[in-house]
């Protein structure tokens, strides 16, 4: 009995030996730190919140490689003037594995995303994207009202 006992012994130690040397096979972190979609919603009525204009920034002058956004507002005084542009709110489409933060134009970091409702009647917006292995990319989106 004491010999199986002992014989038990052993091999679950060469087991538990054998499992330890294995490696953990870690994925690769991300390295992709671009943006996909910047989409403006201006809230033009005041009396009923669901009512909103999608615009889609990225189709004004994009440089992508510069990260740098030029966006004019169509020229339409009654849907976009000083008081609808202060009732605007940006969405990012970014890769699944990066995370947005605003900056200021310094480079300092303001707050996690670019949510809530924010001005942009003549406004720069600066952001930066980063990536899941540390990488980022700055962003810069100017927008302007004919």
Known sequence: MKSRLFHFAIICAALFA???C??????VPDTACTINALKC???YDTGNWNT???LDALSGTYNA?????SYTFPDDP???NRESLSRCRLEASIPATARLVEVDAMGVELDQGIGGMRNLYNKTIYFKVIAANGD???YQVSFKVQ
Request: glycine share 4%; charged share 30%.
């Open 52 to 54: 909103s204009k999608e």
């Open 78 to 80: 009654t849907l976009y």
């Open 41 to 43: 919603y201006v809230y």
């Open 22 to 27: 294995q490696k953990l096979d870690e994925p």
């Open 18 to 20: 054998t499992a330890a």
């Open 65 to 69: 490689e510069r990260g740098i956004i």
């Open 136 to 138: 980022a990319k700055n």
